[in-house]
């Protein structure tokens, strides 16, 4: 597709619940990140793929969220044992270059309600 | 951590005025982004500078790296100006922008 593309758009679980969240980065961008927004504040930083290597992962907040990006493509963030405090909008973004000093591009977020 | 503030954190404004949001960091940087949110999530990439200015339409976005400050502008506001202004300085590593809270901004008719 043309852009970055976010599945599913909004996800209702019940605490303890697993969930697994979809980005399809736009096609041949080796950069991948993902952010947590909660409510009324800005993004903050999660991990970052370059390809299918996670260089990145010092901004998960705890060992229950785990991200992949197997072929160096679709990434899949996956949240175990859901908390309320997970509730928030997570954003993917991709990017043609290697570092953060290159455009990002962003996906509409998938917004997670955790009951 | 770069620690970024933005002001002012609420502008509302008549339409046509002139609109200024302000960004400074702590950290040197190599880039800043200007962002725009929309209610619903989706996050636009408006600018990407690193030294100077840069002008699209209505917009423009200077920088001062030695001040560590940032400005967006908004020449003849418009309603569909309405949104959240974002900054994000970037060190140029591969760990992530550093985002700040956001000026929320709205365009009365």
């Known amino acids: 597709g043309a852009g970055v593309s976010q599945s599913p758009r909004y996800k209702v679980a019940k605490r303890g619940q697993d969930v697994a969240l979809r980005c399809d980065p736009i096609?041949?961008?080796?950069?991948l990140f993902w952010y947590q927004q909660a409510l009324g504040q800005g993004p903050e930083f999660l991990t970052y793929?370059?390809?299918?290597?996670?260089?990145?992962k010092s901004g998960l907040p705890s060992d229950r969220f785990f991200a992949e990006r197997p072929e160096g493509s679709v990434s899949t963030l996956k949240i175990q044992r859901t908390q309320q405090e997970d509730s928030a909008v997570y954003l993917c973004?991709?990017?043609?270059?290697?570092?953060?000093?290159?455009?990002?591009?962003f996906g509409d977020g998938t917004r997670l309600s955790i009951l | 951590k770069n620690e970024v503030e933005q002001s002012p954190q609420n502008l509302t404004a008549q339409e046509g005025e002139f609109i200024t949001i302000n960004c400074s960091y702590s950290?040197?940087?190599?880039?800043l982004h200007w962002l725009q949110q929309h209610p619903g999530g989706g996050i636009v990439s408006l600018f990407m500078?690193?030294?100077g200015k840069k002008k699209h339409g209505r917009l423009i976005a200077t920088i001062n790296i030695q001040e560590k400050h940032s400005s967006l502008h908004i020449t003849a506001s418009h309603p569909r100006d309405s949104a959240v202004y974002i900054c994000?300085?970037?060190?140029?590593?591969?760990?992530?922008?550093?985002f700040g809270k956001g000026t929320h901004l709205i365009i009365q008719p």
């Open positions: 973004a991709s990017s043609g270059g290697r570092t953060t000093a290159a455009a990002q591009h």
């Open positions: 500078l690193s030294s």
């Open positions: 096609s041949g961008h080796v950069s």
């Open positions: 793929f370059q390809n299918e290597a996670q260089l990145d």
């Open positions: 950290v040197g940087i190599s880039a």
């Open positions: 994000a300085p970037s060190g140029g590593g591969a760990d992530g922008l550093t």
